[in-house]
Structures are given as structure tokens and as C-alpha cells.
């Protein structure tokens, strides 16, 4: 992907976040993250049913690289069986490790690609990726 064109998605996520700002309403649940090495700090809501995906929601503080990873994620997943979800999360972590990973499941959250060669910056981009894996762990456990 040319480089204009990821900045240019990356900064519109950044500054045009999808589903930014968390609800009241009952079914969602709520997991906090947050980054031991710099500002980031997301709060996480996900309502799930029959396995579906229906909504994500999350605010907080956190850099363009998590921000916009954040609403690429929430944009990637909503609609999503659980099973995909973990699939999508699962070759997007694998990429930001620098292991094989299917480019097709991930979509825009190819943009991240190039973040292996920052090191630092791959916890900003991990950092709602955790989270959620967190939630669908706890849906998981629910249905046990």
C-alpha cells in the first residue's frame, strides 16, 4: 500500500474515529486498557449477540497510531461471528509480529503493516486488539 494513502486512512481515523464515545445502554461489556510506556488509555464497550458482534464503542486518550487502530478495528469486527472476530484479531497481531497472516481477513487494518519497523509503536497499535480479545474471552466464559 503506498505510503500517502496509509498515512492519509490512519489520520482520518485519528481524527474522524468511528463509534467514539461509550453508552448506558444495557449488554455491553466494558474492558479498560492502557499502555505502560505511554498516553494510551482506551475504555471498551461490546455488545454481543448469538454470537454476532452487534456494537463496539470506546473513548479515552491515546495516539493516532492506537486511536485510529481502534476505529479501524471497531469498523473490521462489527457484524462479525465471534470466531471471525478472533480469526481477524489473530492475523492482525500476526502481522504487527512480523509472522504470516492473511492480508484478505484484515482489511484497512493493513495500514499498520509498516508498524513492525517502529517497535515502540506496536503496543499502540496492539492496544484495543487486547481488549477486545479480552471481551469475547468473558462472552466466551458466559456461555460455559
Do not use: W
Request: hydrophobic fraction near 35%.
Amino acid at each position: 500500500m503506498d505510503k500517502n494513502i496509509r498515512r492519509e486512512i490512519i489520520l482520518d481515523h485519528y481524527q474522524n474515529p468511528v463509534n467514539k464515545g461509550l453508552t448506558s445502554e444495557d449488554g455491553y461489556i466494558f474492558q479498560n486498557t492502557s499502555s505502560e510506556s505511554c498516553i494510551d488509555n482506551i475504555d471498551m464497550q461490546l455488545k454481543c449477540e448469538d454470537g454476532v458482534i452487534k456494537d463496539i464503542v470506546f473513548d479515552g486518550e491515546a495516539c493516532a497510531i492506537c486511536t485510529s487502530a481502534t476505529s479501524i478495528l471497531i469498523k473490521t469486527l462489527i457484524g462479525k461471528r465471534i470466531e471471525e472476530a478472533e480469526e481477524i484479531i489473530l492475523n492482525y497481531k500476526n502481522m504487527i509480529h512480523e509472522r504470516e497472516y492473511n492480508k484478505e481477513l484484515i482489511g484497512d487494518l493493513v495500514v499498520y503493516e509498516e508498524v513492525c519497523m517502529q517497535p515502540n509503536r506496536k503496543m499502540c497499535a496492539l492496544l484495543p486488539s487486547n481488549a477486545i480479545e479480552k471481551i469475547l474471552e468473558v462472552i466466551r466464559n458466559e456461555k460455559k
